[in-house]
């Protein structure tokens, strides 16, 4: 018997929750600023970006599969 993949198991996610996620993460900017916390803010910078994906290609999949 085939194993359902995780995604099939979530509830259906909202592309508006992507949108909302993109303006509350938006891309960082180096500006006057220590590199040290700049590094910082990279970092989770990625990580939110890397959710975002995430959440946007679980959208996708549940768009196609129903």
Do not use: C, H, T
């Not at 989770?44 to 549940?62: C, H, K, Y």
Request: hydrophobic share 40%; no cysteine; glycine share 4%.
């Amino acid at each position: 018997m085939p194993v359902e993949p995780e995604w099939k198991r979530l509830p259906r996610l909202d592309v508006e929750l992507v949108e909302f996620l993109r303006k509350k993460y938006p891309p960082i900017e180096f500006k006057n600023q220590d590199k040290e916390d700049f590094l910082k803010q990279a970092m989770m910078q990625a990580g939110a970006a890397e959710v975002i994906a995430s959440i946007s290609r679980i959208i996708d999949l549940q768009n196609k599969k129903g």
